[in-house]
DNA sequence: GCGCTCTACTAGCGCGCTCTAGTACGAGTA
DNA sequence: TACTCGTACTAGAGCGCGCTAGTAGAGCGC
């Protein structure tokens, strides 16, 4: 920078100016200006501006790597920051790397806000890093805790879907649990109140899993098992997201059973690779744009406007009906 | 700091000396001043660290929001960037967020060398970014720019897949293009080497595409509309990569084409999503830990040793046989 | 001529940390 | 005793910016 200022014949202070489009500077400096920094190859430097300024406009987004409405979200979130002229750090959570260690590198990168997508983390951890900063948490619902959230109505959501399976004729729908993923609580619960309420109650079964391909596939293998002992397969079944709900498909239809002929599978999120299965999956749809829009800004109203208490998006999925469900398979077959 | 110095009864620097780990302190005071942060909730900030200390110790990643396999590098990075002893910053090109924007963010960021995974973008502007600063490319291979290089030998991949499917009898084999994707040019000329080789040059037909689902889908839609005007399917379709090749599995089979009874087909990558297609998709395998583990070495290598020229890593693919690919249709079929 | 305002610019402090060059002091050594 | 040496610590400069308070000079009305 004060090569810069040097080179141009003016003062650091200018040079700053300039660089942050502020007014305070003639058209003619401005351009000169402009002109050397690109000759030496001058960028900003973020570390020290940041220091500088107190803020840095920077918000964090914590998310699941292989997660694929993740990357949905993120595509949502980076337009809508660009919007309000923040920037993005993102940090993922893997099969090495915690959540916890994720949201650290964010804070220490100084980001003012931190969205996490889908957490697993405790209660306590939310509430703590909400208290600490601004914190949203996308799809994942803390009741009490000191952070925004944005989810869907899990319960309408489910309610759609067994609503739709039960009027094709389905008794035996079993559901793939999520374990402890962001919604699963609520989506198991509007599970047991639909079966209820249709009065299947006998024949409700929530099997353990999370919301991994891997609980899909564990599912299927379990289902083939029973079938060799003699035991009915259910007729249909309700995963606790999409990829669970893949990977049931692929156990199944390697092991021969037709879908959605045999059995009828029905999936949650409509991330985006869900409509490219090739039958296509029957699955409840959450608006990745509208959520990303939501918790960008709740966040930079927050930021904005610190007195603010913490508030909370519901919005309304929608059951898209594809190829993976169909009526209830002949009593003879 | 300060308030931590103070409240602990040391000075400032021997704060820092604790936090960043060093010797210098006793056991007694690192406690003390550890207890005394962990109260008052201080973290060290990093823009301040990167900018006392002159480097960042920050790798930055830029990759493609959708592109599944990178995620699949991105779990691969972490690791091994965590053992090195250094730190990841992701930026996601998108839609509305060019590849440039991204890697600006990152610079901006302070770090000190770029990976860019996939990168479509012009050989000049890899060339430039490698000589202003340390930058890895994996899959995309552009001679002559200072850049490290990380890909696999995609003659050999490609020549394992035609192999595969012309011993299985098939002849009319069709490729589906990356355009200027990485590595789809090596793909392209060794799919056209291969049909040469195996005396198919006249069956050889290369459709544009690029490495998204809906290049897939729109070469699925032409092969339909051909049929339908009397013309017969290709046996089997080398697509440019997985996407490519889920999205053609989707139209084909939701149009009652059989695969692979009808038409085989076979991906390129073997993202972690792609064995978990219902019938298993046949692809070409890279390793995508192995080819993060490359880019990490690549580019921390460089930094510690900057007058090391650039280098090129190329790995040996592998075919992984599973249900989208089968023999050739009965003539009579 | 004077004071006034407005534009275009500058001086220099401070953001929170790291790091070099030091000091103070007890233990060991000749 | 005088000296080194090692351990435990401190003072203070400086990283590259942003920002506040200020100045110099042009233009204006009276």
Redesign the pocket.
Known sequence: ??D??EKA?????????I??N?????????QRVLRVADEIG??????????????SRTLGVMFTVHQTFHTDLIEGIYAEVERLGYEVLLSGATQGRSEQKAVEALLSHRCEAVILLGSFAEPSFLDELGRRTVAVSVSRRVPHAHVDFVHTAEGKGVRQAMDHLVELGHRRIVHIDGGTGPGSAERRRAYRAAMRRHGLESEARVIPGDHTERSGIETGRLFLAERDQGQPLPTAVLAGNDRSAMGLLMTLTRAGVEVPRDLSVVGYDDSHLSHLMPIGLTTVRQDAGLMAEYAVRFAVERLEKPELEPREAVLDPKLVVRGSSGPIPEPSA
Chains 1, 2 share one sequence.
Do not use: H, N
């Open positions: 920078m004060a810069v200022a014949g003016v003062s650091r202070a200018l040079v700053s100016i660089f942050r502020q007014p305070g500077a003639s058209e003619e400096t401005r001058y960028r900003p430097d973020s570390a020290a501006r940041l220091l500088a300024r107190g803020r």
